[in-house]
Structure formats: structure tokens, C-alpha cells
């Protein structure tokens, strides 16, 4: 009977309605939830993107498919490129690679121009120039008297030595210990008035050893020089101008010809030495020879190195 009750019918209604409405409450707000958790991203990408495009980076791994799907289509939208498609990982990883590229590339010069050809090879490189003058370079030349019959016994009566850079070292008269014959003044230079008070040749020789030790010693026809010192020279710190194929080949003579320094340095200078009744000065020889081995001392130092590794 109650249920033929119009009224009772519609309060069951209206309840039964209400508790539907109850019923679906839930789901319509569990439902927006949902789509405001899936616009949440699409906010985070675009604020992401505008920093990725920025920055170069890349959204991050929490960014569904569909929102970077949306993502790219609002870029575009705002006319800003698009970001890439790889993740921040894998950008981090090509950056890193892009680095060590660069860094391979920046350095391959460097193994390019490292070590010479005869490094390579395992030899040495050349000695540098500046390792053998001018600190350790030296030209001699000395003046002979005669002695004995007829002169022919020659003595030091005179010597000169000069720096590097042309500067007077040493230059002093020197007493022969036999009694001179023949002073040979044309060719020498040397009067019996400048042995007067000249010094012993023992001391003398002392005082010029002690300079030419260690020294690279420069001179013209310096065997001669050396006999009248009666000592012996290491060949290795010997260069004699008069013996040097590539100073004549400079000077246009040939590479073994035996030429004259007044020669030589007229044809590298066109400087006249040895000139006048006076005879040769030590000093003015001494000097000439040093001028035309620094011509031609880079190169033969150079080579000397070289022949010797």
C-alpha cells in the first residue's frame, strides 16, 4: 500500500536520486583530480620547455608521451623551437663526448708539432747555437819569430785573443826562450824593441792555457797557432776557418781549397787586413777570423750536431 502512495513515492525518489548524487560526487571529483593532474604536466612542460630552450635542456623523464606531444604543439604555437627529443641524460652524455671531441681535436696539433723527426727516430735534436757561443767561443792568432840558423825554428813571439763579439781577451808579446835570428817583421809585425820587456814564455803559455780551457777555439791555419803554444787542442772545440767548405763556398772558392784570411775576408768583408810596412797584427788577424766564423756559425754548428748524433 505504501507504495501506491504518491507521496512517499516521490520522497523515495528524491532520496534515491540524492544518494545517486552522493554516489557520483566521488567519481566527478576523483575525475577532475585526474584531469588536473594530467594538465599539471602540460604547465610543467611548457615551464620546462621555455627553461630547456634557454638553457638546452632537455623535459624531464617524469613528462608523459602525450605531454610532450602537447608540449611540442604549444612550442610551436609561441613560434620557440622545439626541444629535443632526447633525454637530459643522453644531452649530458653527447655534451660530454662533444667536449672530449674537442678536446682531441684541440690537441692534435699538439702531437702534430710535439716531438721532431729525429726525436721520432730516437735521436737527439741538434744542439742549439746559443749552447756553444759566445760565452764559450774564442779566436786566436799569434806571431812567430825565428830562431835557430837561418831563422827557420819558429817561436811565439805574440798573441791575441778575442771574444766572441770582437773584444781583446788576451794580447801580450811573448820572450822566446831560444835567442831570435830572424824576427820576420814584414810577415810578424815584431821589432826587437817590443820583446823588451815581453813576458816569458812559459808564463805567457800558463796564462793563455788557462783561458783556452773548455773554449771553443777559433782560428785560421790554427795548427801553426798551436805548435807555437805546444799544445794540444781538443778537435771537437777546434774550428779552423781556413778548413771550412761552406765559408769558401760563400766567399766563391772551392769547398777544398786552401785560401789566405787576407783573402777570405776580402771576399766576405771587402775589408783589406794585413795592409802597410808594419807587418800583421795579431789582433786585427784575430778579430777577422771570428767575423768569418760567425758568417757561417749557426749552419756549422748545426751540422756539426748533427754529424755527430
Given at each position: 500500500?505504501?507504495?501506491?502512495?504518491?507521496?512517499?513515492?516521490?520522497?523515495?525518489?528524491?532520496?534515491?536520486?540524492?544518494?545517486?548524487?552522493k554516489?557520483?560526487?566521488?567519481?566527478?571529483?576523483?575525475?577532475?583530480?585526474?584531469?588536473?593532474?594530467?594538465?599539471?604536466?602540460?604547465?610543467?612542460?611548457?615551464?620546462?620547455?621555455t627553461f630547456?630552450v634557454?638553457?638546452?635542456?632537455?623535459?624531464g623523464?617524469?613528462?608523459?608521451?602525450?605531454s610532450?606531444?602537447?608540449?611540442?604543439?604549444?612550442?610551436?604555437?609561441?613560434?620557440?623551437?622545439?626541444?629535443?627529443?632526447?633525454?637530459?641524460?643522453?644531452?649530458?652524455?653527447?655534451?660530454?663526448?662533444a667536449?672530449?671531441?674537442?678536446?682531441?681535436?684541440?690537441?692534435?696539433?699538439?702531437?702534430?708539432?710535439?716531438?721532431?723527426?729525429?726525436?721520432?727516430?730516437?735521436?737527439?735534436?741538434?744542439?742549439?747555437?746559443?749552447?756553444?757561443?759566445?760565452?764559450?767561443?774564442?779566436a786566436?792568432?799569434?806571431?812567430?819569430?825565428?830562431?835557430?840558423?837561418?831563422?827557420?825554428?819558429?817561436?811565439?813571439?805574440?798573441?791575441?785573443?778575442?771574444?766572441?763579439?770582437?773584444?781583446?781577451?788576451?794580447?801580450?808579446?811573448?820572450?822566446p826562450?831560444?835567442?831570435?835570428?830572424?824576427?820576420?817583421?814584414?810577415?810578424?809585425?815584431?821589432?826587437?824593441?817590443?820583446?823588451?820587456?815581453?813576458?816569458?814564455?812559459?808564463?805567457?803559455?800558463?796564462?793563455?792555457?788557462?783561458?783556452?780551457?773548455?773554449?771553443?777555439?777559433?782560428?785560421?791555419?790554427?795548427?801553426n797557432?798551436?805548435?807555437?803554444?805546444?799544445?794540444?787542442?781538443?778537435?771537437?772545440?777546434?774550428r779552423?776557418?781556413?778548413?771550412?767548405?761552406?765559408?769558401?763556398t760563400?766567399?766563391?772558392?772551392?769547398?777544398?781549397?786552401?785560401v789566405?784570411?787576407?783573402?777570405?775576408?776580402?771576399?766576405?768583408?771587402?775589408?783589406?787586413?794585413?795592409?802597410?810596412r808594419?807587418?800583421?797584427?795579431?789582433?786585427e788577424?784575430?778579430?777577422?777570423?771570428?767575423?768569418?766564423?760567425?758568417?757561417?756559425?749557426?749552419?756549422?754548428?748545426?751540422?756539426?750536431?748533427?754529424?755527430?748524433?
Amino acid at each position: 500500500m505504501s507504495d501506491n502512495n504518491p507521496s512517499q513515492t516521490k520522497k523515495l525518489w528524491r532520496l534515491r536520486k540524492k544518494w545517486r548524487r552522493k554516489r557520483r560526487t566521488p567519481n566527478d571529483a576523483h575525475q577532475q583530480n585526474n584531469s588536473t593532474s594530467q594538465h599539471e604536466p602540460v604547465f610543467t612542460a611548457l615551464k620546462t620547455t621555455t627553461f630547456t630552450v634557454t638553457f638546452r635542456s632537455s623535459p624531464g623523464p617524469e613528462q608523459s608521451p602525450s605531454s610532450s606531444a602537447s608540449e611540442h604543439s604549444r612550442v610551436n604555437n609561441n613560434n620557440i623551437p622545439p626541444p629535443q627529443s632526447q633525454p637530459a641524460a643522453v644531452s649530458a652524455s653527447s655534451a660530454s663526448k662533444a667536449g672530449e671531441s674537442r678536446t682531441d681535436s684541440s690537441s692534435a696539433p699538439a702531437a702534430v708539432a710535439g716531438p721532431s723527426s729525429a726525436q721520432s727516430r730516437g735521436q737527439r735534436p741538434c744542439s742549439s747555437f746559443s749552447a756553444v757561443v759566445p760565452s764559450k767561443c774564442l779566436a786566436i792568432d799569434c806571431e812567430m819569430v825565428g830562431a835557430g840558423p837561418k831563422g827557420h825554428i819558429s817561436q811565439l813571439a805574440r798573441c791575441s785573443i778575442v771574444s766572441y763579439d770582437g773584444d781583446v781577451i788576451y794580447d801580450k808579446f811573448v820572450l822566446p826562450p831560444l835567442p831570435v835570428t830572424d824576427y820576420r817583421t814584414p810577415w810578424s809585425g815584431i821589432r826587437k824593441s817590443d820583446l823588451t820587456r815581453a813576458t816569458p814564455y812559459e808564463l805567457a803559455r800558463k796564462e793563455i792555457l788557462k783561458l783556452l780551457m773548455g773554449k771553443v777555439l777559433v782560428g785560421h791555419a790554427i795548427h801553426n797557432d798551436l805548435k807555437a803554444l805546444n799544445h794540444s787542442h781538443p778537435k771537437a772545440l777546434i774550428r779552423d776557418t781556413s778548413r771550412i767548405p761552406l765559408l769558401n763556398t760563400k766567399a766563391g772558392f772551392g769547398e777544398r781549397e786552401m785560401v789566405s784570411l787576407k783573402r777570405l775576408t776580402k771576399a766576405i768583408f771587402n775589408r783589406d787586413i794585413q795592409t802597410g810596412r808594419k807587418g800583421h797584427s795579431s789582433v786585427e788577424d784575430a778579430k777577422a777570423t771570428m767575423d768569418l766564423y760567425r758568417v757561417v756559425a749557426a749552419e756549422l754548428e748545426q751540422k756539426m750536431a748533427s754529424e755527430r748524433k
